[in-house]
């Protein structure tokens, strides 16, 4: 009797984890067929090939979405685009690459639940610098936003060299993993509503990377269209490390670490299209340990020559762009965590342990000085403005008064300033946002190490874990679960409605409101609600400052 009991139970526990495949949907490609959340939460459709890859060159724009005969079984949850494995704890490189050349894929996931109109579709763009990252549900699971009534898309998208080379010639146009980016989005367009999605009410969001990904989808000519409203988290295309000056000269920095010594676009490409791809991916620069992780940030969206025959991504430097308003005007979220600065001071341990900055060479890429005296006196100023009389050293005061130089002017700066350009031009709502709020979840600052976690505060990537379901850390969602519903809802209010705040409520009880020209500001996300200037340090217009008068033309 009590094995027959046993045989009962092990069944009902075995029939949960059986796959329980959907009804199958024929999008473009053919037909598909996905799988019900074991809790019964949602619909996934995992790794659809959205898009080719290029068959002339590796470093082109994707060919379109493969035809398949029969049913295409939407299960497969760990593609990612070839990348270097690193140690999430020292950040150096365990694996010179990881994941697969043919990754041009998304994931759907859709409620359970029928509703009679067509559904809100959010899609994400993840960050990782343009070098690392991929949609995989382990680290974007849709448990928490896909239940209040969206469909939520994720993808992955080429990274470092195969994503950004740009020689200027037909081979190596630039900009592939923006056009792959496209590609998806255009995928969206076309087969969203056999999911039951609205193709006309599509909200795109990312973060770091992520977040620059969607400010440079509104100044893309090839974006337009193809989206309603967008959210930008830490991560904006006016951010140093987020746009690439000169992708020639970055490339033959690259080849010269290959032994090779030319400045020639077709040479170089010849030298690395005859790489394998893994081969590429695995190229690390040598970092100065006197500059900031930041410094070794080399792939990312570029100008592009006008080539024939190439639809080009981007023309024109976003900053010219968004101060002449030729960008998409839509509704729009920006915004960053308070403290950004945290994380990437967290991950470049050498500045930290060898106190050797040099706040000269360390000054972000897209200023410039008259003379070298004036750039010596800027660098006294930010040492001082950061440090104080505090000398450089691994002590945690130290670390965490350099930790406001990591987030400034590479995140929180970049964000404000892009605000500021859009508030002259836009006649849409922009909600501004600063997260702050420190709980069980803030994956971000735990990484930094122990010199953060007794600080107040959020850190860079710290508001992504409430927003979505890591099934390795669901037994911490009970002690933030006010905060996940928060955010949440929030973020999936503004994509239904197009404010984040329709109406109050015991969750929000305090309304969100659009920033103004005259009078911006942020809505302070923590546990209690209130609201700050957007420009809220002086650490921030000082910044401002700075860009008005050195801004690199």
């Known amino acids: 009797m009590l094995s027959t009991k046993w045989l009962v139970l092990w069944s009902l526990w075995a029939a949960r984890l059986a796959r329980q495949p959907t009804a199958p949907l024929r999008v473009s490609s053919g037909m598909l067929r996905g799988s019900v959340a074991q809790d019964g939460s949602h619909d ?137 980016q496209v590609a998806a989005l255009r995928w969206v367009q076309k087969n969203i509503k056999v999911f039951g999605g609205d193709p006309d009410n599509v909200t795109i969001f990312g973060e770091s990377a992520g977040g620059a990904s969607v400010s440079y989808h509104l100044l893309s000519p090839m974006s337009k269209g193809l989206f309603h409203k967008a959210i930008t988290q830490s991560g904006s295309s006016l951010c140093p490390w987020a746009f690439q000056a000169n992708p020639v000269h970055n490339t033959h920095r690259i080849a010269k670490s290959l032994g090779y010594d030319t400045k020639d676009p077709n040479e170089l490409y010849k030298i690395l299209n005859n790489l394998p791809l893994p081969d590429l991916v695995g190229i690390k620069f040598p970092k100065d340990l006197r500059q900031t992780i930041f410094s070794t940030l080399m792939y990312a969206p570029s100008i592009e020559k006008k080539i024939d025959g190439v639809e080009a991504f981007m023309s024109e430097e976003p900053y010219q762009l968004l101060t002449k308003g030729n960008y998409t005007k839509v509704p729009l979220i920006i915004g960053s965590t308070n403290e950004e600065g945290y994380f990437f001071i967290g991950a470049d341990d050498a500045v930290v342990t060898k106190s050797i900055l040099d706040f000269k060479l360390a000054l972000p890429n897209n200023v410039e000085f008259p003379s070298e005296a004036e750039k010596n006196r800027v660098a006294g100023e930010i040492r001082k403005l950061y440090m104080g009389d505090e000398p450089l050293s691994k002590s945690p005061s130290a670390t965490v008064k350099l930790s406001g130089y990591y987030g400034d002017p590479f995140l ?49 990537a710290d508001d992504l874990f409430y927003l979505f379901h890591q099934p390795f850390m669901s037994w911490l969602a009970w002690f933030d679960k006010e905060m996940i519903e928060k955010m949440t809802t929030l973020w999936t209010n503004f994509a239904k409605y197009g404010d984040p705040t329709p109406v109050t409520s015991e969750l929000v009880p305090q309304r969100w409101l659009p920033s103004t020209a005259t009078d911006p500001r942020a809505f302070v996300l923590d546990r209690e609600h209130s609201t700050v200037p957007l420009w809220f340090k002086d650490s921030l217009i000082y910044w401002r400052d700075l860009y008005y008068k050195y801004r690199r033309k």
């Open 44 to 180: 996934a459709y995992i790794g659809i090939p959205y898009a080719t890859l290029p068959g002339d060159s590796k470093f082109q724009a994707p060919g379109p979405e493969p035809i398949w005969n029969g049913t295409y079984e939407a299960i497969e949850d760990n593609v990612m685009c070839l990348q270097c494995q690193k140690n999430p704890f020292t950040g150096e490189i365990i694996d010179k690459s990881v994941g697969q050349e043919d990754c041009l894929r998304l994931n759907v996931y859709t409620p359970t639940f029928s509703l009679d109109s067509m559904l809100p579709v959010m899609v994400f763009i993840h960050g990782g610098a343009f070098i690392e990252g991929s949609g995989i549900p382990l680290f974007y699971g849709p448990n928490y936003l896909v239940p209040k009534g969206v469909i939520l898309v994720t993808f992955n998208y080429r990274l470092n060299l195969p994503g950004f080379l740009n020689l200027g010639i037909k081979e190596a146009p630039g900009n592939a993993g923006m056009k792959d």
């Open 412 to 460: 929180i700066y970049p964000s404000l300033a892009e605000t500021e350009l859009l508030l002259q031009s836009s006649d849409k709502p922009i909600y501004n946002y600063c997260f702050k709020y420190s709980g069980w979840r803030n994956v971000g600052k735990a990484f930094a190490g122990r010199d953060f976690l007794s600080e107040s505060g959020a850190t860079h």
